[in-house]
């Protein structure tokens, strides 16, 4: 391997798309693992859920993995308890309970490259995912409003089991070396917002058509 080449890769973007076909995984009631890059959504829930988070680490000074914000604990007590608990404060939080901008105090120094804007698929290998960034339109500080259609797979395979799981999105290489081209016009990525949670006044409507927002069997 040239590794002065492999520095070039865009290892965030393969991460995130195997994590994200693992996280699909994830949600099949037979499936009693999951694999990926779990240390980087730890912290991503740590840092947008205050609900879930553990206890600070009163150490942490910033030059340090943001992670380290947190000190690990193992729960105690019975498990299917503790996670009968943790869904029914998920199922009640608010949007205005979200952290939707854990960043903003950093973005003056690291301000989101544009790239991140760029919609389409991410690609680990043999593994393609989709990317919608107009689908969480208030992580990047602006008012969210109904979406268009997401990227349509070309072909999709669901067995019973998650290794019989196949799907496949239309995907072109050049893509990154065009990804001024699949960007978020500035029009689509809207307006800022005033306060963190803000969407479009008939988002919330859609969104509980068309997601699955309760995660507690309501029976």
């Known amino acids: 391997m040239n590794f002065d080449e492999a520095r070039t890769y865009a290892w ?47 150490t942490y000074i910033e030059i340090l993995p943001r992670v380290h914000r947190w000190v690990p604990q193992r729960e105690s007590g019975d498990q299917m ?11 009640d939080l608010g949007a ?12 003056t120094d690291h301000p989101f490259h ?27 500080g602006r008012v969210q409003r109904i979406p268009p259609t997401p990227l349509a797979p070309q072909h999709a395979t ?10 496949a999105y239309h995907y072109l290489d050049q ?5 001024h081209n ?13 306060h963190p949670q803000d969407c479009a006044p008939n988002y919330i409507e859609w969104f509980l058509r068309v997601s699955h927002p309760i995660i507690q069997n309501p029976a």
């Open 175 to 179: 893509i990154w070396g065009r990804w």
């Open 12 to 58: 965030g973007a393969a991460a995130l798309a195997y994590l994200y076909r693992q996280l699909g995984f994830a949600t099949w009631s037979r499936v009693r693992q999951i694999a990926g890059y779990l240390t980087l959504l730890e912290a991503w829930v740590f840092e947008h859920f205050p609900t879930c988070r553990p206890n600070p680490n009163r």
């Open 81 to 91: 308890s503790n996670l009968q608990s943790l869904r029914e404060a998920l199922d």
């Open 114 to 140: 544009e790239v991140a804007y760029c919609t389409g698929c991410l690609k680990c290998m043999d593994i393609v995912e989709p990317y919608h960034p107009d689908r969480v339109l208030r992580q990047f």
């Open 158 to 167: 669901r067995g019973a089991t998650a290794d019989q799981y196949r799907i």
């Open 182 to 194: 699949h960007l978020l016009s500035l029009m689509e990525r809207g307006v800022p917002v005033v």
């Open 96 to 107: 205005h309970e979200v952290v939707w901008d854990p960043y903003r105090e950093h973005m």
